[in-house]
């Protein structure tokens, strides 16, 4: 064996080069739309042109007869067929206790369309343009009904109604708290800061759009679904209860994904169709989105209206915080889209204050809008930007400076593990020191000087913070994993836990070099295959700290194992076996073996493991994220012109993989808060954002080099590892960031009765308009 490397070179706490970006940077990878088998065909949908209607009818026979059309469906056929509706909101309840409630979400509309984009009919040709052309034929006979997009007409009385069972449309509420002993504490408190906030809704806008490969194995009755998802044992679920089948008669594989943002968490009626009709055409079927159909049909993130109020002691201490939300959930409410505003937002919403008094009201509102989902953060982006734009508001209306604001409301070390009034638990955290390490970093007290220099530009520049945590783990904390050595040099490890863009197979292969002590050439990560192994895939920032601790554990497994199996081969006890960088000595002695001849030598010439592990509970990375932006009064154009943070995310695994997370997610935070918005018109319903010419989103001139520091000094005690998720903690920090900067640059040149009025996302038309009092 080679051991000229030296394995701790490419251990943990490495900067390791990603092991994924040879083959991408090379043209070497393969997206679900680079495969292309010989048998394939193509899949177009049908869309309905209305928020809300009626179908009367459908006409497909001109459409049947058509050039290479090799089936036509409708939504009347998939129910005939038996097909069953995407999962709804099962586990929440309406304010009188029924269930929660959603519309049928069927793969194809049937009877009623409730979104404009949502598919009515699908095609299947032998080429794409002659299922275009065919779908052009169907003709579709609408009823148009009343609809509304917003949530203010959406909850008025008399609107228009979306389900039957929810005359109101709210298809669920959750209350949170003690109502009582909240509105004695604001009785009682010296200040009483009130806020409005919007956090608009966003698109999932990743590089590579949803694709679908399906073909079906007439030998087997299987169906193998190649997806671009970041949850391939959750699609598959979905796909083969839609269509009646057993969980093992469907295979999904990914290869590369081209971004996930949570967009990419489960199956889509799309998925569904495309594989229902490679079971019935025996042939391959194949879908990829364009552009615009992202825009319309995929799930949307955030859309939620809050209003806050934190109550205040003379002193500053905060005495307790009463939020009621609406959340804009569109035409068909999920599990995940309900859960994340109404439970997952609300166990962060304190954030890394210590407030045990709380009054949470949240509902979630059905709209003629396309269903909102997870995207990167999932109710933890809206809870937190409450929280930090309160927290600087309650410092202008008391006077207190926003620091010592913090300060005084900081949970201290010696309070962990802390339990916050969601009954979370926190494990570590050090909110004041990472705050103080943040304020140095972005030299929080020579701001005067930059102040006085942008303003001799005719510049009004702000200074802005957020601090805070977020919770990760997506709540499930069980992985399975897979370890095989072979005799041919090589560890094979397998995890559910899916590539998406973030280098989760690089860090992975880290941990096996810090188990094994083998070069990371040795190491091959394989992800993607549901018949390699379930597990819940990557979401809520779980992959490493879940994944990895699984990966880990294993790896481990695995070694205990070999060290039985060399003992039988040196004939020595198991105990006197040590094992280091590949080899097993026999202690005392100079025999050995090498691990992969060990395995060469055992039947399948291999050593297999397969190891399932927890870890205990979520983790709870934390931060301080400082911005600073330049305003041009003449124009109301927002410029971030400095951008530092300090980030809690426990043991590093790999510092360059990190950070480039953090740059991530800060872009996309900078772009909620300044560029990004999908706008429905409110009187026709009609997507006014459906393509890139109008809805804006950052680029990279847009922004300054963004600096990002690591504090290690608090490592997660619910994993072996000590590591923290990492992969949402820019996106939640930086908004609030950013807005802060913007709110204080008003409030420092006399307009501070606007500071609390600035909304995302903060275009220079809006931004002018609230200065020159136009809005």
């Not at 410029?639 to 872009?667: E, K, W």
Request: glycine letters at 10%; charged letters at 20%.
């Amino acid at each position: 064996m080679n051991t000229s490397t030296d394995p701790t070179r490419f251990g943990s706490g490495q900067a390791v080069r990603r092991l994924e970006d040879e083959g991408l940077l090379t043209g070497k990878g393969r997206y679900a739309d680079d495969l292309m088998p010989a048998n394939r065909a193509y899949l177009y949908f049908v869309r309905s042109p209305y928020p809300h209607a009626r179908i009367v009818s459908t006409d497909v026979v001109s459409a049947r007869a058509m050039p290479g059309v090799l089936q036509v469906l409708t939504g009347a056929d998939l129910a005939a067929a038996g097909v069953q509706p995407i999962p709804g909101v099962a586990g929440f309840v309406r304010a009188d206790g029924s269930a929660g409630a959603t519309p049928p979400h069927r793969a194809l509309a049937h009877e009623r369309v409730r979104f404009v984009g949502e598919a009515v009919a699908a095609v299947v040709a032998q080429t794409l343009q002659q299922a275009r052309d065919a779908a052009e034929a169907i003709v579709v006979d609408y009823e148009e009904l009343p609809m509304v997009v917003n949530l203010a007409d959406a909850t008025a009385p008399g609107a228009p109604v979306l389900c039957d069972a929810a005359p109101d449309n709210i298809s669920a509420e959750m209350r949170h708290g003690d109502v009582a002993a909240t509105a004695a504490a604001f009785a009682r408190a010296a200040h009483v800061v009130t806020l409005d906030v919007t956090n608009q809704r966003v698109a999932g806008l990743t590089l590579e759009p949803r694709t679908v490969l399906a073909s079906f194995d007439a030998a087997s009755g299987r169906l193998t679904v190649h997806l671009s998802t970041q949850m391939p044992s959750g699609a598959r679920d979905t796909i083969s209860d839609a269509l009646g089948l057993a969980h093992d008669q469907v295979r999904v594989l990914v290869g590369d994904v081209g971004g996930g943002f949570g967009m990419k968490t489960g199956a889509y009626p799309e998925d569904v169709v495309a594989a229902y009709c490679a079971r019935t055409l025996k042939c391959a079927v194949k879908w990829a989105a364009e552009r615009g159909e992202e825009f319309l049909s995929s799930r949307h993130g955030r859309d939620l209206q809050s209003h806050s109020e934190l109550a205040l002691d003379k002193n500053g201490r905060i005495l307790a915080l009463r939020i009621a939300s609406l959340a804009n959930v569109g035409a068909y409410p999920t599990v995940v889209g309900v859960a994340i505003q109404l439970l997952i937002g609300p166990w962060v919403q304190t954030s890394v204050y210590d407030i045990q008094t709380i009054d949470f009201d949240f509902k979630a509102v059905m709209t003629n809008t396309a269903p909102t989902g997870a995207y990167r953060g999932a109710g933890r982006p809206e809870a937190i930007f409450n929280m930090e734009r309160l927290m600087d508001e309650a410092a202008r209306q008391t006077g207190i400076d926003r620091i010592t604001l913090r300060r005084r409301n900081f949970i201290r070390p010696e309070q962990m593990p802390y339990k916050n009034p969601m009954e979370q638990t926190y494990d570590t955290g050090k909110f004041e020191h990472v705050m103080d390490q943040g304020l140095a970093l972005a030299d929080w007290d020579g701001f005067a000087a930059r102040a006085a220099e942008s303003k001799g530009r005719g510049k009004l520049r702000g200074l802005g913070i957020s601090t805070f945590l977020e919770w990760t783990g997506g709540n499930v904390f069980e992985e399975r994993v897979t370890v095989c050595v072979q005799g041919d040099g090589i560890i094979e490890v397998y995890s559910a836990v899916n590539a998406m863009g973030q280098g989760i197979a690089t860090s992975l292969a880290q941990l096996v070099v810090d188990a094994f002590g083998v070069p990371i050439e040795r190491v091959r990560v394989v992800l993607g295959d549901t018949d390699r192994g379930d597990g819940f895939g990557s979401a809520g920032s779980r992959s490493l700290f879940t994944g990895g601790s699984a990966m880990r554990v294993g790896a481990d497994r695995t070694i205990e194992k070999a060290k039985e199996l060399a003992a039988k081969e040196l004939e020595a006890a198991a105990e006197d076996i040590q094992y280091a960088n590949g080899s097993f000595k026999v202690v005392g002695t100079d025999l050995g073996i090498d691990l992969f001849a060990l395995a060469a030598r055992q039947p399948g010439q291999r050593i297999f493991m397969d190891s399932t592990s927890s870890v205990a509970g979520p983790t709870w990375p934390n931060g301080c994220h400082v911005s600073e932006v330049e305003i041009d009064p003449q124009t109301g154009s927002v410029a971030v012109v400095a951008y530092t943070s300090v980030n809690d995310v426990g043991r590093v695994v790999n510092p360059m993989i990190v950070r480039g997370q953090l740059d991530g997610g800060a872009v996309q935070g900078i772009g909620q808060a300044l560029y990004e918005h999908v706008v429905y018109d409110r009187e026709t319903g009609q997507l006014l954002t459906g393509s890139l010419m109008d809805y804006c989103a950052p680029r990279a001139d847009d922004l300054p080099a963004l600096r990002h520091e690591l504090d290690q000094s608090s490592p997660c005690l619910n994993n072996a590892l000590g590591v923290k998720g990492v992969g949402e903690l820019g996106t939640i920090g930086a908004a609030p960031s950013v807005v802060n900067a913007v709110a204080d640059a008003l409030a420092r040149h006399g307009l501070s009765h606007l500071s609390s009025r600035v909304q995302m996302p903060i275009s220079s038309a809006r931004l002018w308009q609230l200065m020159q009092g136009v809005a």
